[in-house]
T-cell receptor, first 107, second 113 residues
Framework: DAKTTQPNSMESNEEEPVHLPCNHS???????IHWYRQLPSQGPEYVIH???SNVNNRMASLAIAEDRKSSTLILHRATLRDAAVYYC????????FGAGTRLTVKP | SQTIHQWPATLVQPVGSPLSLECTVE??????LYWYRQAAGRGLQLLFY??????ISSEVPQNLSASRPQDRQFILSSKKLLLSDSGFYLC????????????FGSGTQLSVL
C-alpha cells in the first residue's frame, strides 16, 4: 500500500477555497511531498511539491505540518475545472499512488 | 522540451493473447521510467520502474513483464492476457532527483475480452 492516506472524496462550492488533506506519518527525512491531479481518461498532472516550507504556485498552495507527517493542498478559489482526483505521493521513497481524493465542485 | 509518447491509445484484446505496450521519452537522457495501471474507478497501481537500461524493478507479482531495451524506451508485455489485466495503463518518467516531478503519458485503455 502507498505510504499516504487521503479521504476518498470531498465537495466544494465554486469560488470557495478547498483544503485537501494528506497523511504521511512514515515520511523519511529526504522525501518530498508531491501532489498530482487526474482528470477523467487522462494521465495525472503535476500540481505542486514541497519539503518542509509551505509552497505556492499558480495552481495551488501546499501547507506542510511542522512534523511533516501531514500536508494540505489548498485551492484558493475552486473552479469547475478543478474537479478531479487529487493524489499525494512521497518522492523518491514511494512512487505509488493511493486512491486519492475525488473533488467535486458544485456551481 | 521533453515529451513522452505512449501508444496505442486504446486496445481490445482477447483473453490469452499477447500484449506489447510501448513508451518512449524524447528530449532527455537517462530518465527513470514507470508503468502504472489504473482499474476502473480505482487509484494508480505502480507495476514496474526502471532507473537504467536493462534495470527493471517489479512492484507487484503478476501476469506482466517490462523491459527497457534503450535509454528512453520502456515496454510492457504479457504472453497471455487475463481478464483482470484490463485497465488504463500509464507510462511516466522523471529525471530521478528527489525533487523531480513525474510526467505522464496519455495512457492506453486496454480491454481484455
Amino acid at each position: 500500500d502507498a505510504k499516504t492516506t487521503q479521504p476518498n472524496s470531498m465537495e466544494s462550492n465554486e469560488e470557495e477555497p478547498v483544503h485537501l488533506p494528506c497523511n504521511h506519518s512514515t515520511i523519511s527525512g529526504t522525501d518530498y511531498i508531491h501532489w498530482y491531479r487526474q482528470l477523467p481518461s487522462q494521465g495525472p498532472e503535476y500540481v505542486i511539491h514541497g519539503l518542509t516550507s509551505n509552497v505556492n504556485n499558480r495552481m495551488a498552495s501546499l501547507a506542510i505540518a511542522e512534523d511533516r507527517k501531514s500536508s494540505t493542498l489548498i485551492l484558493h478559489r475552486a473552479t469547475l475545472r478543478d474537479a478531479a482526483v487529487y493524489y499525494c505521493i512521497l518522492s523518491p521513497s514511494d512512487m505509488r499512488f493511493g486512491a486519492g481524493t475525488r473533488l467535486t465542485v458544485k456551481p | 522540451s521533453q515529451t513522452i509518447h505512449q501508444w496505442p491509445a486504446t486496445l481490445v484484446q482477447p483473453v490469452g493473447s499477447p500484449l506489447s505496450l510501448e513508451c518512449t521519452v524524447e528530449g532527455t537522457s537517462n530518465p527513470n521510467l514507470y508503468w502504472y495501471r489504473q482499474a476502473a474507478g480505482r487509484g494508480l497501481q505502480l507495476l514496474f520502474y526502471s532507473v537504467g537500461i536493462g534495470q527493471i524493478s517489479s512492484e507487484v507479482p503478476q501476469n506482466l513483464s517490462a523491459s527497457r531495451p534503450q535509454d528512453r524506451q520502456f515496454i510492457l508485455s504479457s504472453k497471455k492476457l487475463l481478464l483482470s489485466d484490463s485497465g488504463f495503463y500509464l507510462c511516466a518518467w522523471t529525471l530521478g532527483g528527489i525533487r523531480e516531478k513525474l510526467f505522464f503519458g496519455s495512457g492506453t485503455q486496454l480491454s481484455v475480452l
